[in-house]
């Protein structure tokens, strides 16, 4: 008996994919943010604070750009800053060139000042810019890789005054931010100087390298002044007892520094005398200070808010004339801290004085074409042209207290009219829709 093949089993479909292969999200880099939303008022102010101080004291706004030569920035802070050593952002473009990121810019504005010839202008040259720095710093409260600064330079005069107009700037900058903050200032003199006192220092701190941290051993060597700008707490314990550079002035730098006080002292701006600020970049000469805020919640917490100081030799470092400056880098993350911190609440922006409403297709088109009409007469505004549902509009213009709402529908497109809606009285008017700018001036 010949058996039939066993019938074969109908192949079992695959099963089909339920689920779509997860997309994962781009993350932002660590040490960049977004300035949201919410935070754009603080933004707002400081920008608006700094443009207002910067007319008031005479400066002009200049713009450079965010990549600059590396050699720029090797040149004038430093082989041996933290700065070159480990936080710039630097890299090899198709070219060949070795370019960077600007992680300060200062020594930006320096070589525009040479480039542009702005040395053969009326001296000195008032400069000031907004914008964005990178280092690849340590991300911590306040500090970020990507951060921002209102820099302002004063170029071409080496007069004490020019270190204390530059300090009240900064003072009436924050004042106007409205954050509470102190001065503390101190001067370290001419190269001469420094190179005197980098010797008493070191022989200092040569009987004390027990007691100090790894990056201070190498400071001892590389960039001695950096010892007193440590923030490990060995380290700042240890400075306590620390020479000071202010008896290793020159006569000179005593009395220029000793005049810039003087002029302080007549503003009534009061300081707090610093002998442990050396700025960290090399350019610095004589006056250096810093601002720092007290936290409203802990007089103990404080927020570095900025530094500055005179730069002399900058200028001639990078190719130029010998030529004397003063500027100041307010740091507007901090500022924004501060802030925050300080309980500011920034300036309301004007609130919207019309609701555009909408009604329909047509009405829509031309509700479009009459927010335009109101804008371009000067009125605020809102709108929520996306949302259809009438009650949906008219509940938007509640919650942002407009007092008037203009309506547009079919009819009114048809009729050439819009009517007018009183949100505190709920009366209602039509009227022409060529009178209606007219008609609004009179009513807000």
């Given at each position: 008996?010949?058996?039939?093949?066993?019938?074969?089993?109908?192949?079992?479909?695959?099963?089909?994919?339920?689920?779509?292969?997860?997309?994962?999200?781009?993350?932002?880099?660590?040490?960049?943010?977004?300035?949201?939303?919410?935070?754009?008022?603080?933004?707002?102010?400081?920008?608006?604070?700094?443009?207002?101080?910067?007319?008031?004291?005479?400066?002009?706004?200049?713009?450079?750009?965010?990549?600059?030569?590396?050699?720029?920035?090797?040149?004038?802070?430093?082989?041996?800053?933290?700065?070159?050593?480990?936080?710039?952002?630097?890299?090899?473009?198709?070219?060949?060139?070795?370019?960077?990121?600007?992680?300060?810019?200062?020594?930006?504005?320096?070589?525009?000042?040479?480039?542009?010839?702005?040395?053969?202008?009326?001296?000195?040259?008032?400069?000031?810019?907004?914008?964005?720095?990178?280092?690849?710093?340590?991300?911590?409260?306040?500090?970020?890789?990507?951060?921002?600064?209102?820099?302002?330079?004063?170029?071409?005069?080496?007069?004490?005054?020019?270190?204390?107009?530059?300090?009240?700037?900064?003072?009436?900058?924050?004042?106007?931010?409205g954050i509470n903050a102190e001065i503390r200032i101190n001067s370290i003199g001419s190269p001469e100087d420094r190179t005197r006192y980098k010797m008493e220092l070191v022989q200092w701190y040569r009987t004390r390298k027990k007691e100090l941290c790894e990056n201070c051993l190498k400071r001892l060597v590389k960039n001695p002044l950096r010892l007193l700008d440590c923030k490990?707490?060995?380290?700042?314990?240890?400075?306590?007892?620390?020479?000071?550079?202010?008896?290793?002035?020159?006569?000179?730098?005593?009395?220029?520094?000793?005049?810039?006080?003087?002029?302080?002292?007549?503003?009534?701006?009061?300081?707090?005398?610093?002998?442990?600020?050396?700025?960290?970049?090399?350019?610095?000469?004589?006056?250096?200070?810093?601002?720092?805020?007290?936290?409203?919640?802990?007089?103990?917490?404080?927020?570095?808010?900025?530094?500055?100081?005179?730069?002399?030799?900058?200028?001639?470092?990078?190719?130029?004339?010998?030529?004397?400056?003063?500027?100041?880098?307010?740091?507007?993350?901090?500022?924004?801290?501060?802030?925050?911190?300080?309980?500011?609440?920034?300036?309301?922006?004007?609130?919207?004085?019309?609701?555009?409403?909408?009604?329909?297709?047509?009405?829509?088109?031309?509700?479009?074409?009459?927010?335009?009409?109101?804008?371009?007469?000067?009125?605020?505004?809102?709108?929520?042209?996306?949302?259809?549902?009438?009650?949906?509009?008219?509940?938007?213009?509640?919650?942002?207290?407009?007092?008037?709402?203009?309506?547009?529908?079919?009819?009114?497109?048809?009729?050439?009219?819009?009517?007018?809606?009183?949100?505190?009285?709920?009366?209602?008017?039509?009227?022409?829709?060529?009178?209606?700018?007219?008609?609004?001036?009179?009513?807000?």
């Amino acid at each position: 008996m010949i058996k039939k093949p066993a019938a074969k089993a109908a192949p079992v479909a695959a099963p089909e994919e339920t689920t779509k292969k997860k997309i994962k999200t781009p993350q932002v880099i660590r040490g960049m943010r977004d300035i949201l939303p919410e935070d754009e008022p603080y933004w707002r102010h400081a920008y608006e604070t700094a443009q207002r101080v910067a007319d008031a004291y005479g400066f002009s706004r200049i713009e450079t750009p965010i990549v600059e030569p590396e050699e720029l920035f090797v040149r004038s802070v430093g082989k041996a800053s933290d700065i070159v050593e480990k936080e710039m952002y630097s890299f090899q473009d198709s070219d060949g060139d070795k370019i960077c990121l600007r992680p300060e810019v200062t020594a930006s504005l320096c070589r525009a000042y040479i480039a542009n010839g702005m040395f053969a202008k009326p001296q000195p040259q008032k400069l000031w810019v907004w914008g964005p720095m990178f280092r690849h710093d340590r991300p911590q409260a306040g500090r970020y890789r990507q951060f921002y600064q209102a820099d302002f330079e004063i170029i071409g005069n080496a007069s004490p005054i020019v270190d204390a107009q530059v300090i009240l700037l900064t003072w009436t900058f924050f004042k106007e931010l409205g954050i509470n903050a102190e001065i503390r200032i101190n001067s370290i003199g001419s190269p001469e100087d420094r190179t005197r006192y980098k010797m008493e220092l070191v022989q200092w701190y040569r009987t004390r390298k027990k007691e100090l941290c790894e990056n201070c051993l190498k400071r001892l060597v590389k960039n001695p002044l950096r010892l007193l700008d440590c923030k490990e707490a060995g380290c700042r314990a240890l400075r306590a007892d620390a020479p000071q550079i202010l008896d290793w002035l020159s006569a000179p730098s005593k009395a220029h520094f000793m005049a810039v006080l003087e002029y302080l002292d007549e503003l009534e701006i009061p300081y707090f005398l610093d002998p442990f600020i050396v700025r960290g970049l090399d350019y610095y000469t004589h006056t250096v200070f810093e601002f720092v805020a007290n936290d409203a919640d802990d007089s103990k917490a404080q927020i570095a808010l900025c530094g500055g100081g005179r730069y002399d030799l900058l200028v001639e470092q990078l190719g130029g004339k010998p030529t004397a400056a003063c500027g100041v880098a307010p740091g507007i993350d901090r500022a924004v801290l501060a802030m925050k911190a300080q309980n500011v609440v920034p300036p309301a922006q004007p609130k919207p004085q019309i609701f555009v409403a909408q009604l329909g297709e047509q009405g829509r088109r031309r509700a479009i074409a009459l927010y335009e009409k109101l804008r371009q007469a000067g009125f605020v505004l809102t709108e929520a042209f996306s949302k259809e549902s009438l009650k949906t509009q008219l509940d938007s213009a509640n919650e942002k207290g407009v007092p008037f709402v203009l309506l547009v529908g079919q009819r009114e497109v048809m009729d050439n009219t819009v009517i007018i809606r009183d949100m505190e009285s709920g009366n209602q008017e039509v009227v022409d829709y060529h009178k209606i700018v007219s008609e609004m001036k009179k009513k807000v």
